[in-house]
C-alpha cells in the first residue's frame, strides 16, 4: 500500500535550526515533529494496519540541491506517524524490517511517497 505526502518534509539543517531556536530551544523542534508527524498519521489512516513492515520512503524533490543524507533525516516523522496512524504498533526494529530510501526529483509536485508492505 502507498500513501503519498505533498510537500517536502524538513532536512536535518531544519531540524537543527528549530532546535537552536527560541528561550526552550526544543519547543521549536517540538512543534515542529508534531505537525509533520500528525500529517503523515492523517494520511496513514487509510491505511490498513501491519504486524511487521518493510517500507520504502521515495521523496520526491523540487530540484537536487538538498543532500540524500540531509532529506532522509524526515524518516523520523514518517514512522512516528505511521505509528500514530496504527499502521505499525511501534517503530522498532521488531516491527519494522527494512527501510529503503529513493530519491528524484519533480519540480512541479514535491512529494513523499511511502510504499509498505508486509514483511515475512
Known sequence: MTIEIPGRMPGMNEIVKAA????SRY??????KTQ???LVAWYAKKLPAYGK????IVWYEP????????I???AKFILDGLVMGGVI????????RSIKHNFA????????EINIEEAL
Request: hydrophobic fraction near 15%; proline fraction near 5%.
Open 105 to 112: 526529483v519533480d519540480k512541479d509536485n514535491p512529494r513523499v
Open 53 to 56: 513492515a518493510d517500507i520504502e
Open 27 to 32: 519547543q521549536p523542534y517540538s512543534q515542529m
Open 20 to 23: 537552536k531556536k527560541g528561550k
Open 36 to 38: 509533520y508527524t500528525e
Open 63 to 70: 530540484n537536487r540541491r538538498r543532500d540524500i543524507d540531509n
Open 72 to 74: 532522509s533525516c524526515g
Open 89 to 96: 504498533k511501534d517503530d522498532s526494529q521488531k516491527y519494522v
